[in-house]
Every structure is written in C-alpha cells, then in structure tokens.
C-alpha cells in the first residue's frame, strides 16, 4: 500500500475522469482598469488553468487552445445591428462598463470570439466523447439576440447550441444557470428552441423570464437551501442529451454582485451535484461571473468536482502567480538573466572611450536583456502588447536613491517611447536582514485618460496598468534570485498598502495593526474613497485626526519576524472614524 501524499495523488489520479479544458491566456480581458474598479480577478481563467494541469486533476495533454469564432457562427444568433456595433468602442466599453478609449475593441472581441470557439467546439467535442468538456470563459447570459450588456456582448451557450443544431443535433439540451444572475438574453435566445430547457438560480429579481425556470433566492441564502433549491430544480428538469453548466462564481458570501451567501465548500458541493446527476451525458461547464478575488478557486473547484469528484479544498495559502513565477524562474538560468562576461561591440566602444559609459548591469546582475527576457516568460509584455504597446525596451541608470530601471513601450497616437514601469531598487538591510528595497515604483499606462469611471488614485499621474501583482511577484523572485530575505517598501498611500496586503506587512507589529484595523473600519467603503479619506486627513484614529503612515511594509521571502499578537493587541486598541467634510 502507497500511504501518504503520493498515495492520495495516485489514487486521485486513478479516479479521474477524462476531461478536456478549453482556454488560452487571451481569455484574460485586456482592461488594465477592471481589477481596480470591480474587485474581479482578470487572472481566473489563467490560476484555474494552471491550478488544475499543476495539480493532475487535468492532464496537460488534455487543455486545447480554442480558435476564435466565426462572425456566420454568431450571425445564427445575433442579429447584423449587434454583431456591427461590436467594431465600435463605444458599444462595447458599455458592455463592459470602461471607458471606450481604455479598449483595444479588437484584442477585447479576440478574447470573446475565443471563448465563444471555446464553447463551440467543446460542445462538439462532448457530443463526440460524451466526455465532459469545461471552457474557461463563457457562460455569456446576459447577451440577447439584438442587445449585449453585463460583460456579455454575445451569446456563447445559444451560439454553440445554434450550430449544433445545424449539423443536426436534435436532442434535448438543459441549461443549468447557476450563475448568481437571472439568464435573461439566454431565454431570449432560445426562445424558439422548443428542446431547449434553461432552469436558473438566481439572488436578484429581474421580473418574469420568460422561457426560464427561474427560482428566485433569498438575498445572502447559505449553502443549504441553496443546495436544497438546486435539488428541486435537477428533479424538475429533462434529461439532457447535451448540457450546459454555467458554474457562477458570483455565487460566494461577499461577492460585490452576487447576492447570494455561498461558501467556497457550498459551491463545490453544487458542482458536485449537477456532476452525479448529469453522470456521462455529454456536458460543458461555463464560469459565468465573479466579482472577488476567490471565484477562480470557484472556477477550479468546478473542474475538481468534474474531473475527480472531489471536495478537497484548494489550499488557502496557494498563491498560483507565484507557484507559476517560481517554476517560470526555475527554468532561466543566471547566464540568460545575468552577465556572462561576453563583450559587446557596445562594451569595447566604451572601453575605448567611443561611447560614453552605461550602467550595464541592475544591482549587480542583470543584464537588460537578461530583464527583457524575464519580462518576455513571465508573461508581461504580452499583456502590455494587448494594452496596445510595442517595441519594449529596458534600461537602467544610477540615482541618487538607488539604481532605477525603466521599461519604455511605443503606441500608436503616443510619440516617442512611453515610460511604462519605472522602478528605484537598492540592495539593503532591514532588521538585520539584506533585502530588495525598491524606493520607487511606478506603473503606468498613458494610453488612458481618467475620468469619472477611471479616476485618479492619490499619487498617480497616470492610471496604472493592472499588472501590480505580476510586478510585486517578479521582484519577489528577482529577491530569491539575488539570495536576499525579502522585498520592502512604504506604501505613500493608503492603497497601496492596501493592494500589496497579502503578501506585505507593514515591519513594525504595532503599525501592522493600525493599519489592519484601518482596512476593517473602512471596509464598507469602495477602495478609491477610502484612499481618498486618508489622502484628505478626514481620518480619526480613536478621535484624534490621523495621517497616513508611509513606514516599511515587507514580504518575508524566508520567515516573519513579526509577532502576530502585538499585531492583534493594536488592532483592537484602535478605531477608525471618518470625519465629517469641513
Ligand atoms: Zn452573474
């Protein structure tokens, strides 16, 4: 007998059932403001991807990439006036509530007509096997036969069913919207199928549906009705022929949108249920929506249900950007990141005095190319590319605080190269401990204006570019890389600390504490009014006026040495008010 962890993964492995997942890092949609502005994860596709071929709950040799959708494919559905509205930006920044010039109309419909072909052709590719298929993005719900909206612009699930019905598919289909929104375009979209069942679960009330079983839940409704709702449902509905699952992970407690009052357990136990029912019947699982940053754990957990029947959890400390950054990293050798000693024809201009002196290596290591490459397989200047910049370039010099690096890109309507990332770095200690302490950090994205939906966070100049996870990872490993303990700067504002607070903590226990017990007082409040408080001094810290303070926050790549109970005694010492306007 095999015990232990091997043992759990064989037989994890033993148990699995074949399923075929569908996704393409495209499917991240390229609106660098969304992250900030919805509290959605832009990355759930990528971790769920990553999650489930990294853990062997789906074979790698089992993920296809999808092709985009044929325009005749949606014309089935959609009507000439929509699917000509989409090359405009202005109708689809509305469907995605952004500001037109903030999307790239054409990168934005490559990631939708992907996932449209996703869903296409694991609809065919189920009714082939019988194989459960998952596509991992889709569940368009909301898109109508003549009208786009909520994220959806058009129909993925009416489209696919569409053509399958043309090559001659006549069986029953149900679908099972488990989304945490009513299916309102879907219900339009089949209204004319008179095989096609769609049976919801929903937390908002949006009137009669016509066409839909729809039962509407209480706001905040837990784990146990909902379970119990669904039952009913599964009893009500006809046995499919092919189904679809939209597995909403705007059905978690605390999703901005949702309503509903699911737990991480609770979703996967729904996904369970509709697996044993639907048993071998050919099927495709959707994520439809998910306003925090938990629903890809909903996402993945949806494909543990279907491929392993399992309700083990998903670790909470498993952070996927970083796994994935370390493997990444694990895989670029020092002589392709740093300096192997090779000269130049720049180097031996400058020896001669042809030139005048570069600084040629970052805190005495990397090469610029060695960062450009870095920046290549970690994946980020893809996603500048799809923001709608080229021609990357790195370059580094000497401050007076530190050695700053700056990646430059060009853009059309943009002269010249744009300053994209700057960052200030030094190698120094902190609490005994040398680490990577960046004095500057800056992210930029000057292809987008503010305004009233993108406004300006305390500090900028710019808006930012969405990439300050991908950032924060990458000197983390730049850090491992360079053997040193961590990585440490002062937050100059309120949300900065706030976006780094998972990996960061302030150094100082005692202003760990105020801060976390800042973030619980202002927990009601949207991220840019409470930054905007702070910034404004309307803050009252136990009555008395308080001002930000800009102290060192770290991430410990080895152990904290901060003491969570000192932590815990400050926060509870202190209270934080909002003072009324002057
Ligand atoms: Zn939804």
């Not at 702070?534 to 009252?540: E, F, K, M, P, T």
Request: hydrophobic share 40%; charged share 25%.
């Amino acid at each position: 007998m095999i015990g232990g962890a091997l043992g759990r993964r064989l037989t994890g492995l033993l148990l699995r059932r074949p399923v075929t997942l569908w996704y393409d890092p495209r499917y991240r949609l390229p609106l660098s403001g969304l992250e900030g502005a919805t509290g959605m994860e832009p990355r759930r596709a990528d971790f769920a991807a990553w999650w489930l071929a990294g853990s062997g709950a789906v074979s790698p040799r089992r993920v296809r990439a999808p092709s985009r959708i044929a325009i005749e494919e949606l014309a089935r559905v959609h009507t000439p006036r929509l699917l000509e509205s989409l090359e405009r930006p202005a109708a689809l920044a509305a469907m995605f509530g952004v500001d037109p010039e903030e999307l790239d109309a054409d990168e934005l419909l490559d990631s939708v007509r992907l996932a449209c072909g996703g869903t296409l052709e694991a609809t065919r590719a189920t009714l082939r096997s019988g194989e459960p298929a998952i596509n991992l993005l889709g569940g368009f719900h909301h898109a109508a036969p003549d009208a786009g909206g909520g994220f959806c612009p058009v129909n993925d699930v009416a489209v696919a069913i569409a053509a399958v019905r043309a090559e001659g598919f006549a069986g029953q289909v149900v679908v099972l919207d488990l989304d945490a929104h009513p299916p309102d375009g879907l219900g339009l979209c089949l209204a004319a199928d008179p095989r096609a069942f769609v049976g919801s679960l929903s937390g908002s009330d949006w009137g009669p549906l016509p066409g839909v079983d729809e039962t509407l839940l209480p706001e905040g409704c837990p784990d146990d009705p909902y379970l119990n709702a669904l039952e009913a449902l599964l009893d009500r509905a006809p046995r499919p022929a092919l189904a679809y699952v939209i597995a909403g992970g705007d059905v978690l407690a605390g999703d901005r949108l949702g309503r509903l009052g699911l737990t991480l357990r609770g979703a996967r136990r729904r996904d369970l249920l509709v697996a044993r029912w639907l048993d071998d019947r050919p099927q495709v699982w959707l994520p439809g929506g998910g306003y925090t940053r938990r629903a890809w754990r909903v996402l993945a957990g949806t494909g543990m249900a279907v491929a392993l029947r399992s309700l083990r959890p998903i670790p909470e400390d498993h952070d996927p950007l970083s796994t994935r950054f370390r493997r990444i990293s694990a895989e670029l050798s020092p002589g392709e990141l740093g300096d192997a000693g090779d000269l130049t024809a720049e180097d031996i201009e400058e020896a001669l005095g042809l030139r005048p002196t570069r600084q040629r290596l970052l805190l005495g290591f990397y090469t610029a190319g060695g960062m450009e490459l870095g920046l290549h397989r970690y994946g980020i200047f893809q996603q500048l590319a799809r923001l709608g910049y080229r021609d990357f370039r790195v370059t580094f010099d000497q401050g007076a605080a530190g050695e700053r690096f700056r990646l430059t890109g060009e853009a059309d309507g943009l002269t010249g190269p744009q300053v994209l990332v700057e960052l200030v770095l030094e190698k120094r200690r902190c609490l005994g401990v040398p680490v990577l302490y960046i004095h500057w950090l800056s992210l930029r994205n000057p292809r987008v204006r503010f305004s009233e939906r993108r406004p300006r966070l305390p500090g900028q100049e710019v808006p930012g570019l969405g990439l300050a996870r991908e950032t924060a990872t990458m000197l983390a490993r730049m850090a491992v890389r360079l053997n040193l303990g961590g990585v440490v700067f002062r937050p100059s504002h309120f949300h900065l600390a706030y976006s780094a607070r998972h990996g960061f903590a302030f150094v100082d226990p005692d202003r760990e504490g105020r801060f976390q017990a800042l973030v619980r007082d202002l927990a009601d409040r949207p991220l840019l009014e409470a930054t905007q408080l702070v910034a404004d001094g309307r803050i009252l810290m136990n009555g008395q006026p308080y001002a930000w303070e800009a102290d060192e926050m770290a991430y410990w790549l080895r152990e904290s040495p901060a003491d969570p109970g000192e932590v815990e005694r400050e926060k509870l010492r202190v209270h934080f008010t909002v003072a009324p306007p002057r």
